[in-house]
């Protein structure tokens, strides 16, 4: 039976499968044409009244069980890496270490991540958090100097122009020139 994927950027795959396999093994399909580990999609199946997430526990259940049949339309979403390791450490490593797919392309991962882990020390719970908002303070902070700064500028400039030493003298027609005319 033919069955379409949409990945969450719009992207479709199309899987021939029998009604006999097992949601593991089209996740190992799909992860070897994404060129992500198994561990980190997220397989959504049903329609619109019965849509539901297919939990690893169910990996081990055949398609037709869970109700997909030729046609069948099914989203794809992928987890962050960082959760996908923390599971991993939680679980002790009781993972297979024979899956091809454990190791990731450096196509599917982004370059801007892999800098980040460089440059800050891995930090957990309260500490990541605390982390967090001390960074958003210091950027606040930041915007608050540069617009104080930029407020002193513009209020230097104003006296600078040199206001205190001009004598306004009466025009024509304003207070002052009173003369009437006979």
Excluded: C
């Excluded at 939680?90 to 370059?111: F, L, Q």
Aim: proline share 3%; aromatic share 2%.
């Amino acid at each position: 039976m033919k069955v379409s994927v949409e990945i969450i950027t719009g992207t479709f795959i199309d899987a021939d499968v029998s009604e006999d396999t097992t949601v593991k093994e089209l996740k190992e399909k799909i992860a070897a044409e994404v060129k992500l580990p198994v561990t980190r999609l997220i397989l959504v199946i049903g329609d619109e009244e019965t849509r539901r997430m297919v939990m690893e526990d169910e990996d081990d259940m055949m398609l037709r069980d869970l109700g997909v049949g030729e046609d069948s339309h099914m989203y794809l979403f992928f987890k962050h890496p960082d959760l996908v390791s923390e599971e991993e450490e939680s679980k002790g490593g009781e993972e297979d270490d024979d899956d091809p797919m454990e190791e990731v392309s450096s196509e599917a991962e982004s370059p801007r991540g892999n800098e980040e882990e460089d440059e800050k020390p891995k930090i957990d719970g309260e500490e990541k958090d605390q982390a967090m908002k001390d960074e958003e303070e210091d950027s606040d902070e930041k915007v608050e100097e540069d617009e104080e700064a930029k407020q002193n500028e513009k209020d230097g400039e104003a006296k600078d122009n040199g206001d205190d030493d001009v004598k306004e003298e009466p025009r024509e027609g304003e207070e002052g020139d009173n003369k009437e005319e006979i």
